[in-house]
């Protein structure tokens, strides 16, 4: 492995890809930035249909940041016809044509079994060669997650929810499970997977503080299965909060549980962390007691949507609104002016929402309070 892509730096600036502008999904504080990653993808070197400097061109134009090649190491679908006993060999080549573009591909393999355990991604691996014995033959489970830790990897589960595993599609936990969660040896579970979101597996992500995911899984091209032009069709990206924008730091970030996922029109994660991303995406500015040219107790809002997702607000405090029910939607990086009745004259207000696409537990909605401090 090339030494420089433990510490190859995430450009998050605005660059120019192809003619085109990278894309800014949401507005992060100052000194955190939100790495969009996609860290469950396959090529030719597994069951995927493309060559990895295919999944390198897509996630330079959807404006990713970070990528894994997560090829299965039972399952070579076309072995017959590209031949290799290599398996680092699809992350060794996506790494040299990366090149200086603004993208990351960490080193990662997917661990392939029946369920249970199922499906498992070790990212931040060393080398995949080492997952197989000295019989050529794939470790069996236990040995591959403890390969996998003593590389240093971060290990995450699978698409828990899949119906070919699970009939009934709900995330549950086998014994098999709850043994390498007890033994620190799994750090992660997919909560979004392709397109299905398990609010099972979200519950076993906060019951045993396991990171929240969300990937793509892709095995064609991506726009067939994904259609860029719509913003509610988009891939699954989960969204690394990171300290700064070295590999170190963003790997720190996936083992803490500093992730959130934007899946079609839904915000997916921990309170602490979505309770980040509303306070820095939705704005509201005073634009003071005035309607019709009158000075009323009836004050003027300008609510902004900073991101690239929609905000659908539940309003549940105690005034009323003058042209407004309690249901607020911003669109995308949108505005929208709301009058408020005061009743008085005020220096400054709390409005209290639920975040309708803003999930922060099964059934459960993100509350936030926005101050708005009166001209």
Do not use: C
């Not at 090649?69 to 679908?77: C, D, K, R």
């Amino acid at each position: 492995m090339k030494k420089h892509t433990w510490t190859i730096i995430l450009i998050l600036a605005v660059l120019n890809i192809n003619a085109q502008k990278r894309k800014e999904f949401f507005k992060s504080p100052e000194g955190v930035f939100y790495v969009s990653s996609d860290l469950h993808i396959h090529s030719v070197f597994s069951d995927g249909v493309v060559w990895p400097t295919v999944r390198v061109d897509e996630a330079l134009r959807d404006s990713i940041d970070l990528i894994s090649l997560t090829e299965h190491l039972e399952y070579q679908s076309h072995l017959y016809d590209i031949p290799h006993n290599n398996r680092n060999r699809s992350f060794q080549i996506a790494d040299e044509y990366v090149q200086k573009r603004p993208l990351s591909i960490v080193h990662g393999t997917e661990i392939t079994k029946p369920m249970p355990p199922g499906h498992f991604n070790a990212i931040f691996i060393k080398d995949a060669n080492k997952f197989f014995g000295n019989d050529k033959e794939p470790l069996n489970f236990i040995d591959a997650i403890n390969e996998a830790n003593n590389q240093g990897a971060f290990v995450f589960w699978n698409h828990p929810m899949w119906e070919a595993n699970r009939s009934d599609g709900i995330a549950k936990l086998d014994p098999i499970h709850i043994d390498v969660i007890n033994n620190k040896l799994l750090h992660g579970i997919e909560v979004v997977n392709f397109d299905t979101f398990s609010e099972e597996a979200m519950q076993i992500a906060i019951e045993n503080e396991l990171t929240m995911m969300g990937t793509s899984d892709v095995h064609v091209l991506i726009e067939w299965d994904f259609n860029i032009e719509k913003e509610s069709f988009h891939r699954p990206i989960t969204f690394i909060m990171s300290k700064n924008r070295t590999m170190k730091s963003v790997r720190d970030a996936l083992f803490n549980g500093d992730t959130f996922i934007w899946y079609r029109d839904l915000i997916i994660g921990k309170s602490k962390n979505l309770k980040q991303v509303i306070e820095n995406n939705l704005e509201v500015i005073s634009k003071g007691y005035e309607y019709n040219n009158r000075k009323v107790e009836i004050l003027q809002l300008e609510f902004i949507n900073k991101s690239v997702a929609p905000i659908s607000l539940n309003y549940i405090g105690d005034y009323t609104f003058h042209n407004d029910y309690k249901y607020i939607e911003l669109e995308p990086k949108s505005s929208k002016n709301i009058f408020v009745k005061t009743k008085k004259i005020e220096n400054k207000i709390e409005l209290e929402f639920e975040v309708l696409n803003y999930v922060v537990a099964p059934k459960t909605n993100l509350k936030t309070i926005k101050t708005i401090n009166i001209q």
